[in-house]
């Protein structure tokens, strides 16, 4: 417990630090494009003050914030789908799995948490589509919803059952995690921006540079080492191995969301800043780091 408040002492000091210097950088540098930075800033934030609370009092807190961040990822996410009038009733049911889904995390059913979406809900997810007698559309309606399913609640859901799987370590594992996932973006996306020269998906997201990938995989790597004591109990090569795999499994994160949502929004001359400046921007890496990080700690540990 001490070292856990030690360690959100040091990042609460590094928040401000960052949030300070960032307004600096961006009122002598007005023309370059921070958005995606901004959005990430924020994110840290939200995310401090979410675990601080679990980790101060209760973990039901931090169960039912991150409900809430599931529900208006999956919100948003819809909002880029052009739907039709038979969509409603998909889309109603997949909002009424997020509950249910997270009643599984409460109650520290793993079995039916982890077969819940992929499994149950992905077989019966059509019914409500065909008894509304659609068949126009049916199967980009019925896959993109399951689609947002597996990314936006299954996959960030993960982020609740650290701290039921391991009560003892689970909310300093998850602001491990979040740290990490957000360093890893933002030296991806200072680097894309000053000295980023080879781009990896233009069409999709001109932001992302392999020397943005390199260097952020070295960043997020170190950071890992120095963190990994007081957060983790890991040893020293799995706090290493902890920093690569959350950087790359974030890379891949990041790129997925960014072409999906080009995807989404092509021939959408309405929402071109809205896909900007998304919410998704912010937790597009966590839908990938927090299902492979987890999987990967309860494979080769106990206490998960």
């Known amino acids: 417990m001490v070292s856990a408040l030690w360690t959100l002492g040091v990042i609460f000091a590094s928040l401000v630090f960052i949030t300070l210097a960032f307004y600096i950088v ?16 924020g994110t840290w934030w939200g995310m401090f003050f979410i675990f601080s609370l679990a980790t101060l009092f209760n973990p039901v807190v931090s169960l039912l914030s991150l409900m ?18 038979a969509d409603r009733r998909i889309f109603l049911w997949a909002y009424l799995s997020i509950p249910i889904q997270f009643y599984w995390i409460y109650t520290g059913w793993y079995g039916m948490f982890i077969v819940f979406i992929p499994i149950y809900v ?5 019914l409500p589509r065909l008894l509304n007698k659609g068949t126009v559309g049916f199967l980009r309606s019925v896959s993109s919803t399951q689609w947002g399913l597996m990314l936006m609640v299954f996959g960030l859901s993960h982020l609740a059952y650290y701290q039921i799987a391991t009560p003892e370590y689970g909310a300093e594992l998850v602001l491990f995690l979040v740290v990490l996932t957000q360093v890893n973006d933002v030296v ?32 997020t790597t170190a950071a890992s080492y120095f963190l990994y004591p007081h957060l ?63 999987h990967a700690i309860r494979y080769f540990f106990d206490f998960m």
């Open 232 to 294: 983790t109990p890991f040893d020293v090569s799995f706090g290493i191995w902890s920093g690569i795999l959350i950087s790359v499994s974030g890379f891949f994160g990041a790129l997925t969301i960014s072409v999906l949502k080009r995807d989404l929004l092509i021939g959408d001359d309405a929402k071109p800043e809205e896909g900007k400046n998304s919410y998704l921007n912010r937790v597009d890496s966590l839908t990938y780091t927090s299902p492979i990080f987890f």
């Open 188 to 219: 991806h996306s200072l680097i894309s921006i000053y000295f980023g020269k080879r781009k990896i998906v233009p069409t999709a997201n001109p932001n992302m540079t392999w020397e943005g990938f390199a260097v952020a995989l070295l960043a």
């Open 26 to 41: 961006r009122k002598k540098q007005p023309n370059k494009d921070f958005e995606a930075i901004s959005a990430r800033i």
């Open 68 to 85: 809430v961040l599931t529900f208006f990822a999956l919100k948003e996410y819809f909002s880029m789908i052009k739907t039709r009038k």
């Open 122 to 126: 992905f077989l019966f997810l059509p």
